[in-house]
């Protein structure tokens, strides 16, 4: 069966989850996507040489994927990429804004070897703007997106999404590029801020903007629920969540922990009184929650119809039989590893479905057979350029 991408080739010069991610998804829509390394390696194969059994996680953001060890420092290492260029469609790159310029390898540069390129610059904070300049990573960006002021705790280090998120936006972009050069024969260049991606995300934001004049308590129930409307409750086994936000939900919730003061007391008498009372109604629903089980919660309340869900140990979610059943753990062979597992494709297309099916490409490991079968380079260039350290 004919892939959707299979006729688009994507050079992906992302050195770590930013930009790679959302590659690896054009990937497994049959793209041919070849990484460009330096000859020592992407950030992640450094970490790799102090602790070998992080490399599987590459998998994860650059499975199906070819990889070619290129020097650009050098003027042939630039000119085997220009003649890359010229053969491809797309090409990725999460650069300091500059340092491609530098290089000769910016867009404007490269637009004029290849006019229907497409090129990708995913950055901290695009390619304009005060920030711009600035070195920024997944955690910098939370920061000044707002993102970060939505956490409980300040002090703690944020879970890395920044970079993944901004990553399914570029492939978006990419996508939408792609349509538009169908219609005009040109390509384009995106410039994509992982800033501005996760601003997008941020709910809190989003309420301020809209509604300006809201009452502060307004906005904060809304992007912070009380436990009471939106939230965990401790079980004999653990912790589930469940969802209140309904007057029906807050009713069934009721019948089915059999207290009578969630509907005849004027403290819950509506959402926001129970926001206002949020410690009371807590105590009430905890004082039921902590004497069963998980299993047993979560049984009762969505046969009463409230939203409810345990909350899965690391160690539950790999085997999470929901998750299983819609291949979203998958296994792959790994030459070094063995057995590895990596996230499926969140969105199900029947025709042509989503595939992934090798792991992350070794440093160089595609490298002779794209300068010989792409390129036409024979055997003896192609060793002769390994010895003058142009490729690996």
Known sequence: MAKALEDVRILDLSGFIAGAYGTAMLASFGAE?????????????????????ILPLSSLVNHDKKNIALNLKTEKGKEIFRELVKKSDVLVETFMPGTMAR?????????????????????????????????????????????????????????IFADSVSSVYGALGIMFALCYRQKSGVGQHIDLSMNDAIFSQNYLEHLEIAW????????????HPPRCLLGSFKAKDGYIVNSFLEERQWAAAADVIGEKRM??????????????????????????????????????????????????????????????????LLELNHPDFGTIKVTGIPFKLPEPPAEIKTPAPKLGEHTEEILTSLLDYSKEEVDRLREQGIIA
């Open 33 to 53: 996507v070849i990484m460009i390394e330096a000859l020592t390696g992407s950030f992640m194969r450094s970490i790799a040489s102090i602790e070998p059994r």
């Open 103 to 159: 290089l000769g390898l910016d867009y404007e540069s490269l637009k004029k070897v290849n006019p229907k390129l497409i090129y990708l610059s995913q950055t901290a904070y695009g390619q304009t703007g005060p920030y711009s300049r600035d070195i920024g990573y997944d955690g910098g960006v939370q920061a000044t997106s707002g993102m970060h002021t939505l956490r409980e705790h300040q002090e703690a280090a944020p879970p």
């Open 212 to 223: 300006e004049g809201l009452p502060e308590s307004i906005i904060s129930m809304s992007c």
């Open 263 to 328: 509907m005849e007391d004027e403290k819950f008498a509506n959402i926001l009184s129970r926001a206002q009372n949020d410690e009371a109604a807590i105590s009430i629903i905890e004082d039921w929650t902590t004497k069963h089980t998980r299993d047993e919660i979560v049984d009762a309340m969505v046969k009463a119809g409230v939203p409810c869900a345990k909350i899965l140990t690391r160690e539950e979610v790999v085997e999470d039989p929901q998750l299983r059943s819609r291949d979203m």
